[in-house]
């Protein structure tokens, strides 16, 4: 190093180029301390703003009157816990106008399904089958016609005069002509209007049912007799039961299940329909179905809404709606307010350089401006490696924890210390003793007065590089270059270069 040294009155003046290492010491006034054992705390510091650990704005999602509002400012609410009730006239209207548009829907649905398998809607035997497969079938398309023959009724003159005695369930004669085999059958019906018979006689029409031997048929025909009273004249025997069933949908007839003659029971399959238009049909009711069904799992959703509990446990901080105001969905902004505030929350950024160091769970020392001389005590609760850059630089979120809090108000701006490391006994001398180059001045020979306590020419100091280990912003730990009780000349003013050398620095030496 270029030093210049000039004697005038005792007074000496040392001067070193900044930022060079080796040389003479830099100049200035020094102090003596010693390399000695001290608890070290290392702390990363930073500042933010408490808030608490988690907050809640109640924002109504229907429009209604409120009906109950059973709190207040200040009171500790639990999740779930009743807060307001809307009348809900409107919405179980909507409802009860849903639930019609399923049961229409599904009765859709269930009647196409149903009208897909053609069925008999009465026992007998089927006289024709009217379609085959593959036929296209409308709504009203014959598909067979069944007759019940086990049962046959015959319709009989009576003189008018005859009838007055006669009654239903009365039990008569009947004789078959051309066999004139007889069976017991069951009056059925007495007409009530008078006709005109052979002769111009009154008659009236009376009905008659007998039970098929097996070979009747309606070709055959047969008068009666019931009791001593006599028919008029004959008749010709009728099923007592004939239909024509129909197709109910459209659609192609996939299969068909009976044939003539076949004896069916009521609701046998007589015929399947299917193809793409039944099943395209079949599909849109299915959709409409489901389309119901959810809107009204949509207004049910919507009827919770009228009841609106706390979603959070915690403290009431604001009531802005009591019972009897009207809210509205979109313009009524926050109903309450809750604070839970069973621990208070800070977010504090950590530099890329200090990451490595921060864990879960250290302590965390916070001070406040406005409750000076109390440290509230948190912890890390976790950090963030979503970091935020700007200026080509990055840092991290982290989120620390306070429980117990004191004076503490959320909103209020601290100071945090987290705690990384901390040493009950290291080796350390004072931060501003080391210069540029992690070195350190080691006073020698003529360095000090005689007595030892006062430094009279830093210039006799040995420059000796140290290897540095944590700090605490006053004290550096010392993990070699240094012993204990070593002495070290330290700075009394820092000037220009700081802690790492001094440029243009003086010092007087008598």
């Known amino acids: 190093a270029a030093i210049l040294a000039v004697a005038a009155l005792g007074v000496y003046w ?8 080796g040389g003479a010491p830099a100049m200035g006034q020094y102090t003596l301390d010693t390399a000695q054992p001290r608890e070290l705390t290392t702390a990363v510091s930073g500042t933010g703003t408490v808030t608490p650990i988690d907050s809640y704005y109640l924002k109504p999602l229907v429009t209604g009157e409120v009906l109950e509002a059973p709190f207040e400012v200040g009171d500790q609410v639990e999740k779930g816990q009743l807060l307001y009730r809307l009348d809900a006239k409107d919405a179980e209207m909507s409802i009860q106008q849903a639930e019609l548009t399923v049961r229409q829907a599904q009765k859709s649905y269930d009647d196409l399904a149903a009208n897909l398998t053609v069925r008999a809607s009465s026992g007998g035997v089927v006289q024709k089958v009217l379609v ?3 036929d296209q079938v409308s709504p009203g398309t014959p598909i067979a016609e069944i007759a019940d023959t086990s049962t046959l009724t015959v319709v009989l003159p009576f003189h008018s005069a005859d009838t007055q005695g006669l009654y239903a369930g009365q039990s008569a004669q009947v004789t078959i002509a051309g066999t004139l085999e007889t069976l017991t059958g069951t009056v059925e019906s007495i007409s009530t209007a008078d006709l005109v018979g052979p002769g111009g006689a009154l008659v009236r029409q009376v009905k008659i049912r007998v039970a098929n031997p097996g070979a009747l048929t309606s070709a055959n025909s047969a008068t009666a007799q019931i009791g001593d009273t006599a028919c008029a004249g004959s008749g010709n025997f009728e099923e007592a039961l004939r239909q024509t069933v129909t ?10 299940s009976v044939t003539a003659g076949s004896r069916v029971s009521a609701g046998s399959s007589l015929a399947a329909l299917g193809g793409s238009s039944a099943q395209s049909s079949l599909e849109d009711l ?22 609106i509990t706390a979603p ?6 604001e009531k802005n709606v009591k019972a009897g105001d009207n809210v509205n969905n979109i313009e009524s902004g926050s109903l309450a307010v809750i604070y839970d505030l069973s621990y208070l929350k800070l977010e504090m950024n950590i530099s890329e350089l200090d990451l490595s160091k921060i864990k ?7 001070t406040a401006d406005a409750i000076p001389g109390e440290i509230f005590e948190g912890r ?12 080509g630089f990055t840092t991290y979120p982290a989120t620390i924890l306070l429980e117990d809090y004191g004076g503490l108000n959320p909103g209020m701006n601290v100071s945090a210390d987290i705690i990384v490391a901390q040493l009950k006994s290291a080796l350390t001398i004072p931060a501003s003793a080391v210069q540029r180059g992690d070195t350190v ?27 540095l280990g944590g700090g605490d912003g006053t004290y550096v730990e010392i993990t070699s270059g240094l012993n204990e009780g070593d002495r070290i000349l330290v700075p009394l003013q820092a000037q220009g270069g700081g802690a790492g050398g001094m440029s243009g620095a003086a010092v007087a030496a008598s």
């Not at 197709?247 to 996939?254: D, I, K, L, N, Y």
């Not at 879960?360 to 916070?366: E, K, L, P, R």
């Not at 890390?380 to 200026?391: E, F």
């Not at 003529?446 to 290897?467: H, M, N, Y």
């Open 132 to 134: 085959q497969r593959g």
């Open 312 to 317: 959070i446990s915690g403290t009431v901080i």
């Open 360 to 366: 879960d769970g250290q302590t965390v020392a916070i």
């Open 14 to 21: 040392f001067w070193v180029r900044p930022g060079q290492g």
């Open 441 to 467: 001045l080691v006073p020698q020979a003529g360095a000090l007065s005689e007595d030892g306590s006062t430094v009279i020419d830093p210039t006799k100091s040995e420059e000796r590089p140290v290897t």
């Open 247 to 256: 197709a109910q949908a459209s659609g192609e007839v996939t299969s068909v």
């Open 380 to 391: 890390v609760d976790r950090v963030s490696i979503n970091g935020t850059t700007a200026n």
């Open 286 to 307: 299915s959709i409409a179905l489901e389309n119901a069904k959810l809107s009204l799992q949509r207004a049910q959703d919507a009827l919770d809404n009228y009841t």
